[in-house]
């Protein structure tokens, strides 16, 4: 139930939808002063969200950018993909990546740097409609396509959000009888909660975030007044995060 109304209530991390829903509720109110306060608020939604120095600020205080671990070579890694970034055209076979997609093309680097490093690929299907391929069985048989041996690679492809990221990935390394220190992969806006996550299953991790949703090139004089559609649409990602983290505080994820 929880999985299922996580997806439901998507709409509500688009600032854009809370402005539509305050004019539509404005344009049903009679008293004059409150259906003009609403537009207003609805108004300084809008701008407040489009700004981009704004969420230039704020992401920049909320990733942690940290620099790529620097692994021993008398010590093998196994080295945790969250998945998320691909999906299958189940009529041709492609993958199609995303550009989540750093996680995996930042996490080959550290798999080579020695020969007895193993990748876990953690994700199943997200999708709540219909049944399709989980995200780790077709990236398996691509990473085998590029000449990276199976036996280096684990599979877990029944999670289905960052929670069930960590706790089968614990029943992994368990059953692998593996030691329970990993390097964890994925996005930085997400490692906060990724990182609760794994530690929530007594998982030591050295932390790998990729993919920063934040610019890394200056601002320019217009991003500070000038309002832009892309910024709008780019808080869903920390919102949908802020409110992942709630809800897994309030269950006890993490």
């Not at 550290?110 to 020969?115: A, G, H, I, P, T």
């Given at each position: 139930m929880f999985f299922i109304l996580s997806k439901i209530l998507s709409f509500l991390i688009y600032p854009f939808n809370w402005s539509?829903?305050?004019?539509i509720t404005a344009h049903f109110i009679k008293r004059k002063r409150l259906r003009k306060s609403l537009r207003i608020i609805a108004l300084v939604n809008l701008v407040f969200f489009s700004n981009t120095a704004i969420y230039q600020s704020v992401t920049s205080g909320w990733e942690q950018l940290y620099s790529t671990p620097q692994l021993t070579n008398n010590q093998s890694y196994n080295i945790v993909v969250l998945g998320g970034y691909s999906?299958?055209?189940e009529e041709n076979g492609q993958i199609c990546?995303?550009?989540a997609a750093d996680r995996i093309l930042q996490a080959l680097p550290?798999?080579?740097?020695?020969?007895s490093n193993q990748l876990i690929l953690s994700g199943g299907s997200a999708n709540i409609y219909?049944?399709?391929?989980?995200?780790s069985d077709y990236l398996l048989k691509y990473l085998q396509s590029i000449q990276i041996p199976e036996e280096r690679i684990l599979v877990e492809s029944k999670s289905r959000n960052t929670y069930e990221n960590a706790l089968y990935t614990s029943e992994l390394l368990n059953k692998q009888n593996q030691q329970k220190s990993v390097v964890l992969v994925t996005s930085a806006f997400h490692m906060f909660r990724a990182k609760a996550c794994f530690e929530k299953q007594k998982i030591n991790i050295i932390p790998y975030p990729t993919q920063p949703i934040r610019s890394l090139t200056p601002l320019?004089?217009?991003?500070?007044?000038l309002p832009s559609l892309r910024t709008l649409d780019s808080w869903s990602i920390l919102i949908k995060e802020w409110m992942g983290i709630g809800v897994?505080?309030?269950r006890s994820y993490i």
């Open positions: 539509l829903l305050l004019f999906s299958l055209n990546f995303n550009q550290l798999f080579y740097q020695n020969d219909f049944d399709e391929t989980p995200e320019k004089p217009t991003d500070y007044f897994y505080k309030l």
